[in-house]
């Protein structure tokens, strides 16, 4: 079982640019999650796709969307990059039927400049 | 409305001394309680969780934590501090329900000295 896998790494864009992380999780889990953590602080939830759907969504502006795939893989989209959308993007993967037991990626290392 | 307050964002201990990290929570509902651990450049893994039932729960890595309903605390204990311990460790907690929304603390740094 190779557990919840992020791409890319790392990333490195400028102010403005737009960004595209990708997720697939764990195998026989239905359901993504995707956090934003700053430097030092705890994660913080962004949104939760289920049957392709955003089920549910934290405080974060329009410009994050995600998007998820009849696989269940999915996809976070930054658009018009800010310097404070530099952090650690974490996708969590979980069973819809026990949607809180959540098992979370390496994460992708964003940096904005 | 649900909330986490890890209380001290850095503890020192001694390599074999107890380690106690403390979480409180505010929740609306009958909340689920958990714990990850972050090592560096890592994601997060689960140490433990509570749900229901018996409320002094067991994790992997020796650690444990009690659900103390009348105090809203979660505090976790691990009797004898080992090296490896040293990570970022985060309390969370989610609605009893399906939806999966996890809220986090700030984050304690276990830092274990020789």
């Known amino acids: 079982d190779a557990g919840v896998t992020q791409s890319p790494t790392h990333l490195i864009k400028t102010r403005g640019q737009q960004v595209t992380l990708r997720c697939s999780p764990k195998?026989?889990?239905?359901?993504v999650s995707w956090y934003q953590q700053a430097l030092g602080q705890g994660p913080q939830f962004i949104f939760q796709y289920y049957e392709e759907e955003e089920r549910q969504r934290g405080n974060f502006p329009d410009r994050f969307s995600g998007h998820q795939f009849p696989n269940y893989s999915s996809e976070l989209n930054v658009n018009a990059l800010l310097l404070g959308d530099s952090a650690l993007y974490l996708c969590?993967?979980?069973?819809?039927?026990?949607?809180?037991?959540?098992?979370f990626g390496p994460g992708t290392r964003l940096t904005v400049l | 409305a649900q909330s986490v307050t890890q209380l001290g964002s850095h503890v020192s201990v001694s390599e074999g001394a107890l380690v106690l990290l403390r979480c409180n929570y505010s929740?609306?509902?009958?909340?689920?309680l958990f714990w990850y651990v972050q090592y560096p450049n890592q994601g997060l893994q689960l140490l433990l969780k509570y749900t229901t039932g018996a409320t002094l729960v067991k994790g992997i890595n020796g650690f444990e934590a009690e659900f103390k309903k009348s105090e809203t605390s979660f505090h976790l204990t691990k009797p004898s501090a080992h090296m490896s311990d040293a990570a970022e460790y985060f309390c969370a907690v989610s609605g009893s329900s399906n939806t999966g929304k996890l809220i986090f603390g700030q984050g304690t740094t276990l830092q274990v000295k020789p």
């Open positions: 929740s609306s509902v009958p909340p689920y």
């Open positions: 969590a993967s979980s069973w819809s039927a026990w949607g809180n037991e959540q098992f």
């Open positions: 195998s026989g889990h239905d359901t």
